[in-house]
C-alpha cells in the first residue's frame, strides 16, 4: 500500500473500522473488518509518521504529518471526516487510560489530557524528557513508563481528587 508504514494501526471497536496511517503522503484509509473488509474512505487528513493512533467512542486520535508541524487529529473512524485538529503538542505517541490521554510529544514533553469529539483540554505539562522523545508511553497499573533515547522514567500516578 505505501512505501513506508512505521505507525501503530487503530482499531475502534465501536465502529468495527482500522484506521491505517502512514506518513510521505501515505494517508489514511478506514476498514470495516467484519467477515470481509471493505475500504470506507481514504485522504490525506491524517499521515501518522512513526507515533500510534488511539480510539475511543468511534473516533481516532493522532498526530498527522511527518516533517513540520504534526497537529493532533480527531477523525470520525467511520466516515474519515476530522473533527478538529489541535496544535498544543509536537508530534507524539499517546495511551488512553479511561478518558485520560497519556502524551510523549517528539520535544520531550509528557502530558495528560481529557479528549472527546468535541476537542481536547491539556491537564497538565512538563518537560521531562530530550528531544526525539518516539516512543509510546505505556502504563502498568499505576505507573506510566516514559522514554527518550537517553533514559527511562516511571511516574507514579495518584488519582484524581474530586472537588
Not at 509518521?49 to 516533517?67: A, I, L, R, W
Not at 513540520?68 to 471526516?81: K, N, S, V
Not at 503538542?89 to 514533553?109: E, I, M, N, W, Y
Request: glycine fraction near 10%; aromatic fraction near 8%.
Amino acid at each position: 500500500m505505501y512505501d513506508i508504514n512505521a505507525a501503530t494501526p487503530a482499531w475502534c471497536e465501536d465502529a468495527s473500522v482500522l484506521v491505517v496511517s502512514s506518513g510521505y503522503d501515505g494517508g489514511a484509509p478506514g476498514i470495516q473488518v467484519g467477515d470481509s473488509a471493505t475500504e470506507l474512505w481514504h485522504h490525506q487528513r491524517l499521515r501518522v509518521h512513526h507515533t500510534n493512533m488511539v480510539c475511543s467512542g468511534g473516533v481516532v486520535y493522532g498526530s498527522s504529518g511527518d516533517f513540520g508541524p504534526a497537529p493532533f487529529t480527531a477523525l470520525e473512524a467511520r466516515t474519515g471526516e476530522v473533527l478538529w485538529q489541535d496544535r498544543a503538542f509536537a508530534k507524539a505517541s499517546f495511551v488512553l487510560a479511561d478518558s485520560t490521554l497519556f502524551v510523549v510529544d517528539d520535544d520531550g514533553t509528557v502530558a495528560m489530557a481529557s479528549i472527546s469529539a468535541n476537542g481536547m483540554k491539556v491537564l497538565g505539562e512538563a518537560q521531562l524528557l530530550r528531544a526525539n522523545a518516539w516512543r509510546v508511553p505505556m502504563l502498568a497499573g499505576s505507573r506510566l513508563y516514559v522514554r527518550d533515547r537517553h533514559r527511562i522514567i516511571a511516574l507514579e500516578l495518584q488519582p484524581r481528587r474530586r472537588r
